[in-house]
C-alpha cells in the first residue's frame, strides 16, 4: 500500500519549513491538533477588542519580541535538542504579565514562525500554539485577578508572588498539561526529574526577574539578552550528558555507560559482601529478522526487546545495550534462585511481546522474537567486571548451543531451559 502523502506549502516557506507536523499522524491526533488550534484561534479573537496598546506597551511588547527572536535564531542547535527546559520563559513570562492577552496569544507562534524560516528547520507547529495557548490563558488570568502594578514599595510583595505563580501555571501548563494532551505522555515526575526542576527554577525566576526590570524600563530587559545564551547553554548541559550515555534506538545505556556503572555495582556490592547477578540477553536469529522483514523490523525489535527489559525490572537494576542484538544487564542483591527467576520473566515477556506491522514497514506481517540468557553470579565468579561478564557469556553460549529461547547459569548453578 502507498503511503499517505504529507500536506505540503509551496514555494520558499516550505523549502524553509517542511511538512506541516502533526497533520500527517493519526486521527486522534489530528484532532487534538484541530482543537488545540481552533481554541488558540478563538481564544486570540475573543480578546482582540480590548487590546489597548500604548506607547509604552509598543516599545515593551518590541523589545521583548527582539530579544526573543535573537536568543532563538543564536541557539540553533539547542532548538532541536528537545529539551524540556529552555530560556522562552525569560521572555514569554514578562509578555503574558505587562502586555495584552491577545498579543501574549500570537507572540510565541509569531516568534517561532519567524525563527523556523530563518533557520530552515522542521517547525512543531502544536508545540507552537500550545505555548501561544498557555501564554495567553496566563495572561487572561494575572490580568483578571493579579493586583494592579504597584507604586514603588506599595503592595510590591503581592505583585511579585502574583508574577511568580503566573510563571509557574506557565511552566505547568507547557511542561506538563499540553504534552499529555497532544502526544499522549505521560506527566513528568517533577519530584524525581531533577534536570526538569533545576531548569525550570532557573527560567522561573530569570522571568520574574525580567518582568520586574521591565516595570522600571523596557530598555532594561536589554541587559538579560547577552544572559540568556549561557543561561540556555547550562540548562543543556544535564541532557546533552544523558545524550552521551544513551543507547540512541533503545534508549537504555550505551555499552560504555553500562559497564561504568557496572564496575561501580560490583566493586560496592564486593566491599559491602552483597549479592550480585549479572544476565547477558541475545536476540536469537536476529539476522534472520533483518534478512527477512527489513532493517526498520529489526530496529522496531531491538526497541522492543528494549522496552521489556526496562518494564520487568526493578528501579536499582542496570541496564544497557552491550553490543549488536546483545543487552546486559545487573542485578543488585540477588541471589542465585532469584537471578534465575528474573531471566525467565524477561525471556517470556520478550517471547510474548509483538512488533507490529505499522512499525516494521511488511504490511500484514507480525513478527515475534526470543532471546537467550545467560545469568551469572559474583560469588561464583570472584571479584570483577571482567570475570562476570564472562562467566556470563559463557553461560548464555550455553542456551544457544541448547536450542536457544532458554535461559542458562553459570556451572555451579542449576540450569533452566524454555
Same mark, same amino acid.
Given at each position: 500500500?502507498m503511503?499517505?502523502?504529507?500536506?505540503?506549502?509551496?514555494?520558499?516557506?516550505?523549502?524553509?519549513?517542511?511538512?506541516?507536523?502533526?497533520?500527517?499522524?493519526?486521527?486522534?491526533?489530528?484532532?487534538?491538533?484541530?482543537?488545540?488550534?481552533?481554541?488558540?484561534?478563538?481564544?486570540?479573537a475573543?480578546? &482582540?477588542?480590548?487590546v489597548? $496598546?500604548? %506607547? !509604552?506597551?509598543?516599545? @515593551?511588547? #518590541?523589545?521583548?519580541? *527582539?530579544?526573543?527572536?535573537? /536568543?532563538?535564531?543564536?541557539?540553533?542547535?539547542?532548538?532541536?535538542?528537545?529539551?524540556?527546559?529552555?530560556?522562552?520563559?525569560?521572555?514569554?513570562?514578562?509578555?503574558a504579565?505587562?502586555i495584552?492577552?491577545?498579543?501574549?496569544?500570537?507572540?510565541?507562534?509569531?516568534?517561532?514562525?519567524?525563527?523556523?524560516?530563518?533557520?530552515?528547520?522542521?517547525?512543531?507547529?502544536?508545540?507552537?500554539?500550545?505555548?501561544?495557548?498557555?501564554?495567553?490563558?496566563v495572561?487572561?488570568?494575572?490580568?483578571?485577578?493579579?493586583?494592579?502594578?504597584?507604586?514603588?514599595?506599595?503592595?510590591?510583595?503581592?505583585?511579585?508572588?502574583?508574577?511568580?505563580?503566573?510563571?509557574?501555571?506557565?511552566?505547568?501548563?507547557?511542561?506538563?498539561?499540553?504534552?499529555?494532551?497532544?502526544r499522549?505522555?505521560?506527566?513528568?515526575?517533577?519530584? &524525581?526529574d531533577?534536570?526538569l $526542576?533545576? %531548569? !525550570?527554577?532557573?527560567? @522561573?525566576? #530569570?522571568?520574574?526577574? *525580567?518582568?520586574?526590570s521591565? /516595570?522600571?524600563?523596557?530598555?532594561?530587559?536589554?541587559?538579560?539578552?547577552?544572559?540568556?545564551?549561557?543561561?540556555?547553554?547550562?540548562?543543556?548541559?544535564?541532557?546533552?550528558?544523558?545524550?552521551?550515555?544513551?543507547?540512541?534506538?533503545?534508549?537504555?545505556?550505551?555499552?560504555?555507560?553500562?559497564?561504568?556503572?557496572?564496575?561501580?555495582?560490583?566493586?560496592?556490592?564486593?566491599r559491602?559482601?552483597?549479592?550480585?547477578?549479572?544476565?547477558?540477553?541475545?536476540?536469537?536469529?536476529?539476522?534472520?529478522?533483518?534478512?527477512?522483514?527489513?532493517?526498520?523490523?529489526?530496529?522496531?525489535?531491538?526497541?522492543?526487546?528494549?522496552?521489556?527489559?526496562?518494564?520487568?525490572?526493578?528501579?536499582?537494576?542496570?541496564?544497557?545495550?552491550?553490543?549488536?542484538?546483545?543487552?546486559?544487564v545487573?542485578?543488585?542483591?540477588?541471589? &542465585?534462585?532469584?537471578?534465575?527467576?528474573?531471566?525467565?520473566?524477561?525471556?517470556?515477556?520478550?517471547?510474548?511481546?509483538?512488533?507490529?506491522?505499522?512499525?516494521?514497514?511488511?504490511?500484514g506481517?507480525?513478527?515475534?522474537?526470543?532471546?537467550?540468557?545467560?545469568?551469572?553470579?559474583?560469588?561464583?565468579?570472584?571479584?570483577?567486571?571482567?570475570?562476570?561478564?564472562?562467566?556470563?557469556?559463557?553461560?548464555?553460549?550455553?542456551?544457544?548451543?541448547?536450542?536457544?529461547?532458554?535461559?542458562?547459569?553459570?556451572?555451579?548453578?542449576?540450569?533452566?531451559?524454555?
Amino acid at each position: 500500500t502507498m503511503a499517505r502523502p504529507r500536506w505540503r506549502i509551496p514555494g520558499r516557506v516550505s523549502r524553509a519549513c517542511g511538512p506541516l507536523p502533526r497533520w500527517h499522524g493519526p486521527v486522534r491526533q489530528r484532532i487534538i491538533a484541530g482543537a488545540m488550534s481552533l481554541a488558540w484561534i478563538t481564544a486570540a479573537a475573543a480578546s &482582540a477588542p480590548h487590546v489597548s $496598546l500604548t %506607547g !509604552g506597551n509598543g516599545c @515593551l511588547l #518590541a523589545v521583548l519580541f *527582539v530579544s526573543a527572536l535573537l /536568543v532563538r535564531l543564536s541557539r540553533r542547535g539547542c532548538a532541536a535538542s528537545g529539551s524540556p527546559v529552555s530560556t522562552s520563559g525569560v521572555w514569554e513570562l514578562p509578555a503574558a504579565v505587562l502586555i495584552p492577552s491577545a498579543l501574549a496569544f500570537i507572540a510565541p507562534v509569531v516568534v517561532a514562525a519567524i525563527a523556523c524560516w530563518r533557520i530552515r528547520r522542521v517547525p512543531r507547529g502544536l508545540d507552537a500554539v500550545a505555548v501561544g495557548l498557555a501564554d495567553g490563558i496566563v495572561s487572561v488570568g494575572f490580568h483578571a485577578l493579579a493586583p494592579p502594578l504597584p507604586a514603588p514599595g506599595a503592595r510590591a510583595g503581592e505583585w511579585l508572588l502574583a508574577v511568580a505563580v503566573a510563571g509557574v501555571m506557565r511552566w505547568a501548563l507547557i511542561g506538563a498539561v499540553f504534552p499529555s494532551v497532544t502526544r499522549g505522555a505521560r506527566l513528568p515526575r517533577w519530584p &524525581a526529574d531533577r534536570e526538569l $526542576l533545576r %531548569g !525550570g527554577l532557573a527560567e @522561573l525566576c #530569570a522571568g520574574v526577574l *525580567v518582568t520586574c526590570s521591565a /516595570v522600571i524600563s523596557p530598555l532594561c530587559v536589554i541587559l538579560a539578552v547577552p544572559l540568556a545564551t549561557p543561561l540556555q547553554r547550562s540548562l543543556q548541559h544535564a541532557r546533552l550528558v544523558r545524550d552521551a550515555r544513551t543507547d540512541l534506538k533503545t534508549g537504555l545505556l550505551n555499552a560504555a555507560a553500562w559497564q561504568e556503572e557496572a564496575a561501580a555495582e560490583i566493586t560496592r556490592a564486593v566491599r559491602a559482601r552483597l549479592p550480585l547477578a549479572m544476565a547477558l540477553l541475545d536476540i536469537d536469529y536476529f539476522k534472520a529478522v533483518n534478512d527477512t522483514h527489513g532493517h526498520l523490523a529489526g530496529d522496531q525489535a531491538l526497541r522492543a526487546v528494549a522496552g521489556v527489559v526496562k518494564a520487568q525490572l526493578r528501579g536499582y537494576d542496570i541496564a544497557g545495550r552491550f553490543g549488536g542484538e546483545e543487552f546486559a544487564v545487573v542485578l543488585p542483591h540477588t541471589q &542465585a534462585d532469584q537471578a534465575r527467576r528474573i531471566a525467565e520473566r524477561l525471556r517470556t515477556a520478550v517471547a510474548a511481546a509483538d512488533v507490529g506491522a505499522s512499525e516494521t514497514g511488511r504490511c500484514g506481517t507480525r513478527v515475534r522474537v526470543t532471546v537467550s540468557v545467560g545469568v551469572a553470579c559474583l560469588a561464583d565468579t570472584g571479584a570483577g567486571l571482567q570475570a562476570l561478564l564472562a562467566a556470563a557469556d559463557a553461560a548464555l553460549y550455553d542456551a544457544k548451543a541448547a536450542g536457544r529461547n532458554r535461559v542458562r547459569l553459570t556451572a555451579s548453578q542449576p540450569a533452566a531451559s524454555a
